[in-house]
């Protein structure tokens, strides 16, 4: 079987800064306050039983696989061109009106990549249900997305950088 080729993760500038800002924070300070609680942890005696110890060691391999993360996500990544977003039709980084056809509910959602997806901020996956369904589409199109509650239908009434 051959090997997934790794795809090339698009960053908006937020999204770059947001990863680069983490992982400094990582790499900096949140790493040396779990070594300190690691040092006092050991400086009390007996670690076999001490549970100090085994939530610092817990955090430092949770920080420790998210530096990892970071720096694989970041290796693969470039950084979205103002050009490349497109407003007639709906792309990477366009934010996008949409409109429930049942309710006539409008909403307002951004297309990212997946690890900048924050869906209470409004910025959908391009690998999520909606985000396939309204990549590539053009204004006045309406697309069906199936979703646990059956299949909804979006009108995309604008797009826009």
């Not at 990892?68 to 490349?84: I, P, V």
């Not at 307002?108 to 369904?133: F, H, R, Y």
């Amino acid at each position: 079987m051959a090997e997934r080729e790794e795809r090339e993760i698009i960053l908006t500038k937020e999204g770059l800064e947001k990863l680069e800002t983490e992982l400094e924070i990582l790499k900096s300070s949140r790493r040396e306050e779990v070594a300190e609680r690691i040092k006092q942890a050991i400086a009390f005696g007996d670690i076999s039983e001490n549970s100090e110890y085994e939530d610092a060691k817990n955090e430092q391999a949770f920080i420790e696989g998210r530096i990892f993360t970071l720096e694989q996500t970041l290796k693969k990544s470039r950084l979205m061109e103002d050009a490349e977003i497109r407003t007639d039709v709906v792309s990477l980084g366009s934010r996008v009106k949409l409109k429930e056809m049942k309710s006539g509910r409008e909403v307002n959602v951004t297309l990212v990549s997946s690890v900048e997806s924050k869906l209470k901020d409004g910025k959908i996956s391009d690998e999520s249900p909606v985000g396939k369904a309204i990549m590539g589409k053009t204004i006045k199109t309406v697309v069906s997305v199936e979703a646990p509650a059956g299949i909804i239908k979006y009108k995309i009434i604008k797009v826009e950088k």
